[in-house]
DNA sequence: ATCTTAGTTTGGTCCTACCAAAAATGGAGA
DNA sequence: TCTCCATTTTTGGTAGGACCAAACTAAGAT
């Protein structure tokens, strides 16, 4: 539904051309990371004019189906779950305006954070929780330098991601991680905060090894919440 | 990160344009709802020609910042959830190529319903009992009606995702249901299947009034399973 | 084979022009 | 005074041409 009206939607010269341009590069005949023929030729194969070609263009570029730097040959690009978190990007940014918003937000990564412990409480693999435990290593070892703690903190998390093995998830977190960050940086970091997440993320592991969903979230809960406090704090502050 | 490289994008004329109008729309100078002026006003306003400001609108349209029906004036649109939905629909579509892609889609879904219901059985509310059971009453109503019983089915599950009184779960609910729908309606249908459904529903709701996340969670998910178990079926027979 | 350089392609931007549909206008009729 | 219809004006959509500077190519020099 929605969007394919044909109805109220008389014309509109580029949406053929867009919708072609979109086939061949999904079907393969577009290349995947060549150039897209040149503009002059676009227009005599589709019959159009160049600001039709052009307008066409813009729009794939939008959707992430064509990278076109500045003033380079723009290239096609067969989407994935990455290239479309970025082309979401842009998007979502307009939405976080408020504090509300961001917090919104927040909490949803919250939720899917609780499920995704509870998960890997119940189905993680000896390999998963390896890397979980490289993780928090990583942790420890960065503790006394917030920019790196950061860093490995984000990395802890972005393991829990994969665990489910479905590469949507890896692709929300690279979300939160680039919508949150702008609203994150401001927070003051330390050592002992380090210190106190590093603790956090050894119990949820724990919690975790010890196949105990309930506990693995309840952890991981309070550490977030515990995390957004302080951020909330510094933000009032 | 990502896209703020100031390094290789030299120039672009209709950025600035872009930038400008985002913040007002965002600020509320341009007002949302209101048409917005006159492409030849625009170039006037910003000292670009005419190509440059219809870049920036499509720019913006592709965004959901500006809603430009083909032959009307473009109209100001300050972005919440569902818009921003809308935006990234046609981006989304591109990926759901192959079953594999869709199939994750549907994992994810059924990660955060599991998620949803487990919620709903630890904090729903009167007034969310009250709406569940009312959706419910309106699938037994429509079993005959494999059509309405579809609409009053997608209606049970956006109950759900209204429960944590967080607008963007009722985004996501939009985007599973326009994302799966077309991948969706081959499936066969039958009073038979619309039954085993509305029970299904009674048994969630039973759990969640129990109080009881496991049970929820527990039936929730073998209700999807056996949805998507009978959609592949239908897709590889 | 490598570097330099002259020539060619190509995207970015501006401009002019025209059309058809929308919106604004204004007047006729109730 | 209000409604409705016809006319004018505005406005978005598309075409085509022109020019520039940067990117690309190919030929020639080292």
Known sequence: MTDIHLDSAKS???????????QQILSGKLVNGAPLPAERD???????????????????????????????????????YETVLNATGKIVQNLLTETGDVKNLYDSRVFIERGLVREAALTATKDNIADLKAAIAANEAAISNSVAFYETDVAF???????????????????????????WDKMLRSPERNELNFHAHEAILGAIMERDPDAAEAVLKSHLDAAWEHVRTTFTS
């Open 157 to 183: 998390h972005g393991v829990l991601y994969r665990i489910p093995n479905n590469p949507i998830f890896p692709a929300i977190h690279m979300g939160y991680t680039a919508w949150l960050a702008p609203h």
């Open 42 to 80: 676009l227009m005599e194969d589709f019959g159009a004019s160049r600001t039709v070609i052009r307008e066409a263009i813009i729009a794939l570029s939008n959707r992430g189906l064509i990278e076109s730097k500045p003033r380079y040959r723009p290239i096609v690009r067969k989407p994935d």
């Open 12 to 22: 509109r010269a580029a949406d053929p051309v867009i919708a072609q341009l979109e």
